[in-house]
């Protein structure tokens, strides 16, 4: 159905997410600025080694992109960030001491992992998900856990490169992205449509906890909504409703909910707290408690807490 593409040497993950919203943009289907720190992990202690842009995308391009974001760092000390990234494809611009191009980056599927170091920057349009394999007519899943240079992928793109990384600031960087792939544009594509549907709700409602739940809401067969996402959005849907359940957990601790992990692990569909630490361990690399205490040195820029105790 999709393109195979060639593999790489060696796969080399790339930042998803790792921004935080200084700069607020209109958002599709409405998320507050909370919400928007989702997939950061440590935000308040990130937020203190870069700064971050979020620009808004035009009319043409909105359906497959969700925001251009920028994030820029000037740094004596070498810092690690980390994401829990969503399941979508970015699509960076990027010039630092280590390299300097453009790429996409698949859905990656562990924590992510980047070191800043130096001086530099990278511009980047993240794609709803589904939305850079409805975009392309790539099978996404071809490029899950995987970074190729832009030119790999999109024959032709690499020339957009040296004009984006050259332009004087973001606003210059959006524009002529903009423009490159607003003239891209395909026809509607169908099934994408019912790939986001089901994809807000499984981020949206935290009762949706198991793929059966699913697709009885929305009256599909397993095996359709498993090849649906695996070529549209790179990766299953059970590993979805995962991640984004682990999103909702990992925020809400960094928010100061971990007075009572078990009703938190309830309230995210866990069987009980057990299931949760182990799962929160194994994904984000330290127990719940000591997440919510590292967050806690560092909270989150604008942040109130009062907000933390609901959805």
């Known amino acids: ?7 790489p040497p060696a796969p080399i993950l790339e930042e998803s997410d790792t921004v935080a919203d200084e700069r607020a943009a209109p958002i599709r289907g409405g998320v507050s600025a909370g919400e928007s720190l989702k997939g950061i992990l440590h935000p308040g202690e990130q937020a203190r080694h870069r700064s971050l842009s979020r620009l808004p995308v035009g009319p043409a391009l909105r359906r497959y992109v969700a925001w251009y974001w920028a994030v820029h760092w000037d740094l004596r ?3 690690r960030a980390e994401v829990l990234s969503h399941p979508c494809v970015n699509v960076t611009f990027e010039a630092s001491e280590q390299e300097r191009g453009g790429f996409v980056n698949g859905v990656c ?3 992510f992992e980047r070191e800043l170091t130096g001086r530099g920057h990278t511009f980047g349009l993240r794609f709803h998900p589904g939305g850079f394999g409805a975009f392309t007519g790539l099978d ?3 490029l899950r856990d995987r970074r190729l240079p832009l030119g790999a992928v999109l024959p032709g793109a690499d020339e957009l490169a040296g004009p984006v990384l050259a332009a004087a600031d973001d606003d210059g960087r959006a524009a002529l992205v903009e423009e490159y792939f607003t003239g891209r544009v395909t026809a509607a594509d169908p099934q ?6 089901v994809v807000a709700a499984m981020e949206r409602e935290r009762e949706l906890t198991r793929v059966d739940q699913v697709t009885e809401r929305f009256d599909i067969r397993a095996r359709t909504l498993q090849r649906l996402f695996r070529r549209y959005v790179g990766a299953g849907p059970k590993w979805v409703l995962r991640r984004y359940r682990l999103q909702d957990g990992a925020h809400l601790l960094a928010c100061g909910r971990s007075a009572d992990l078990a009703a938190l692990a309830l309230e995210l569909g866990y069987f009980d707290q057990a299931h949760f630490c182990r799962e929160f361990t194994a994904e984000i690399g330290m127990p719940p408690l000591e997440y919510a205490r590292n967050s806690a040195r560092s909270p989150i820029p604008g942040h109130d807490s009062a907000d933390s105790s609901g959805r």
Do not use: Q
């Open 192 to 197: 994408y449509d019912l790939v986001l549907t």
């Open 140 to 142: 996404v899943g071809a």
């Open 109 to 111: 599927t562990t924590r």
């Open 77 to 79: 000390e070498p810092y």
């Open 1 to 7: 159905m999709g393109t195979t593409l060639p593999r």
